[in-house]
């Protein structure tokens, strides 16, 4: 078995129940607060995950590079968020959550175009079955009777997009650069995550009181969004991110699930294609390639 393919899968999971759960919790919790508790869950995973398993020193003049690549990456993946955040307040989530969806797609193509990774027929069909398949389970059509006023959803969303593309092309690209470090990433995953959606919820989730109730619904979901990260971060420094990507990408099929053993949600029968092709892809694309 692939090296990267467990860490992926353990993404994969992670990320779906952890969805799932900010499903389930979202009316109760403001949305700029569920920042705030992901990056306070990310401090407390990525800094003990550092504390434990760090080999190298973090700030050399070796690594240098390597350090501005990880950094610069995850700020552009928290301004990813900030306008993915902006662009569903002016635009319709249906279309807004569908296009977030897609950026495996951008990842594959600066994958090839910069760090020239080349996938087999079958990887390729497989990646392009998962993207098909978290784009339809993405996509909800918009209620009948609310005309989009506000143009602006739609360049934040496609600089989103540019961006979380770039950010995953740039941790590829930092891996190959000396002193690079899978752990030491962690570090610089924490302070771009502070840097950008700390201080967004810093400014809009200060309001109102937080009790334990509270935190327990938010830390617990947030917990395991991170430790997904932690996954991706690891998966990416062994396997091609054009194959960690779209997998740990493909999430929508574990919180469909979750929805639907938890919350009682009905899977319909767009959404049960949807996973059998996820499936499928996933199934197509272990191997050899990078």
Request: aromatic share 12%; proline share 6%; net charge positive.
């Amino acid at each position: 078995m692939a090296i990267w393919l467990v860490p992926t899968l353990v993404s994969l999971f992670l990320y779906g129940i952890g969805q799932g759960l900010v499903k389930k919790y979202i009316s109760e919790v403001p949305p700029a607060r569920f920042c705030l508790y992901f990056v306070v869950a990310k401090i407390v995973l990525n800094l003990s995950y550092y504390a434990l398993f760090q080999r190298t020193e973090l700030f050399s003049a070796a690594a240098a590079r390597f350090d501005a690549f990880c950094l610069v990456a995850y700020l552009f993946d928290g301004l990813g968020w900030l306008l993915y955040f902006q662009a569903i307040v002016h635009g319709p989530i249906a279309i807004v959550g569908t296009l977030s969806a897609a950026y495996p797609a951008l990842t594959i193509l600066f994958a090839r175009m910069f760090l020239h990774e080349q996938l087999s027929f079958l990887q390729y069909a497989g990646v392009a079955l998962v993207i098909l398949g978290c784009l339809g389970l993405s996509y909800a059509p918009s209620p009948a009777g609310h005309p989009i006023i506000d143009p602006r959803w739609i360049p934040l969303s496609f600089v989103a997009l540019l961006l979380w593309g770039c950010s995953s092309t740039l941790l590829k690209a930092a891996y190959r650069l000396p002193g690079a470090d899978e752990v030491n990433v962690l570090v610089f995953s924490t302070l771009g995550g502070m840097a950008t959606l700390g201080l967004y919820g810093v400014a809009r989730g200060r309001r109102g009181s937080a009790g334990a109730r509270e935190w327990t619904r938010s830390f617990v979901p947030m917990g395991m969004l991170a430790g997904g990260d932690i996954g991706f971060i690891v998966a990416t420094r062994y396997g091609p991110v054009s194959l960690t990507t779209p997998l740990s990408g493909a999430y929508p099929v574990i919180t469909v699930i979750f929805a639907r053993l938890v919350l009682g949600e009905r899977i319909g029968p767009l959404q049960g294609l949807c996973i059998a092709a996820i499936l499928g892809g996933m199934a197509l694309t272990p191997g050899t390639g990078g």
